[in-house]
């Protein structure tokens, strides 16, 4: 009976701690996955505020000072890892800093095309399904008439390079600058929509660096410096890429129905305003589409059909 009694102490003492190894077990078990739920938590977290502040992210675009990305939104200043998110404020603030170096001679700009013929060698004598856009100043000819041409060329070496900035930040690419016009595009892929939409912020965008930007600034030295304006059309279609000679450095150009449209649009535009043509307007969203009006033009100033059912082409104006 004693053996028995004995074997029973054994017993229960090797349940008792088989019991107490289960439950630190589980214990630990409990710990590591609330530690993975919780950093699994954190990089959920990250990841969402990586997507919100995407269209925000300030990036390096070979300037000497940082190119800024525009936001609808006021957001105070602060920084993911390495990216930096700059309120909208601080971006006008960075560009008139720049304009004001400028005037004084203290700053360069780097403009380039590089980017867009970079793009476009890849696709020469390739038709390619493009939004283009002209954005050109407004009253260049009388300021020509009327400013010292080294005035006259620190304008235009301001108003190319911050819309040329504005262009890359919502992807676009510059083309070319002829004379006052900035002209650039949007490879429209897969999703028309969506480079339409991103045109008409980009040309949204334009007007507002000239405005808040670039004027407070002239404005300091109006006795030397007129405010600007600028008239911007928009128009999408097949272009062909075309370079002038063999070589790798020559220069590419766009040929086609929608840049011989879209120039022109632009010619009828008022000061401050957006012009598109209907194949742009009908793949806007229906809230972008509220900001235009019909364009009425005389017969004798619009001689461009509409490809689709031959009859006038249809130009819409922001309000």
């Not at 996955?33 to 269209?55: A, F, H, L």
């Not at 016009?181 to 008409?200: E, H, M, Q, R, T």
């Amino acid at each position: 009976m004693k053996r028995d009694k004995n074997n029973d102490n054994e017993n229960e003492t090797d349940e008792r701690d088989t019991s107490d190894n289960l439950k630190r077990k589980l214990k630990i078990h409990q710990e590591e996955r609330s530690v993975d739920t919780e950093n699994n938590n954190q990089d959920g977290e990250n990841d969402i505020k990586e997507k919100i502040i995407k269209r925000m992210i300030d990036t390096n675009y070979n300037t000497s000072s940082k190119t800024e990305r525009h936001t609808k939104e006021n957001t105070n200043e602060s920084s993911t890892e390495n990216k930096t998110i700059y309120d909208l404020q601080t971006l006008l603030s960075q560009r008139q800093d720049r304009l004001t170096s400028l005037l004084y001679e203290r700053y360069q700009y780097n403009t380039s095309i590089k980017r867009g013929q970079d793009f476009l060698l890849n696709h020469v004598d390739s038709k390619l399904s493009l939004v283009v856009m002209y954005a050109d100043l407004v009253g260049s000819t009388k300021m020509s008439m009327t400013l010292p041409v080294e005035r006259m060329g620190k304008i235009i070496k301001a108003y190319s390079h911050e819309l040329s900035s504005v262009v890359e930040s919502y992807d676009g690419f510059v083309l070319k600058y002829v004379g006052d016009a900035v002209i650039a595009f949007f490879p429209s892929g897969f999703n028309k929509y969506l480079s339409c939409d991103k045109a008409f912020q980009c040309a949204t965008s334009m007007i507002n660096v000239i405005v808040n930007g670039i004027n407070p600034i002239l404005e300091k030295d109006k006795d030397n410096y007129p405010k600007l304006q600028v008239k911007i059309g928009i128009d999408e279609g097949e272009n062909l890429v075309i370079q002038y000679g063999y070589d790798k450095s020559a220069p590419i150009d766009l040929i086609g129905y929608p840049m011989n449209v879209a120039a022109k649009m632009t010619s009828l535009t008022g000061p401050n305003k957006i012009t598109v043509g209907n194949n742009v307007y009908k793949l806007l969203h229906p809230t972008l589409q509220s900001e235009f009006q019909e364009m009425h033009i005389k017969e004798s100033e619009w001689k461009y059909i509409d490809l689709e059912n031959n009859s006038p082409y249809k130009v819409y104006t922001t309000k």
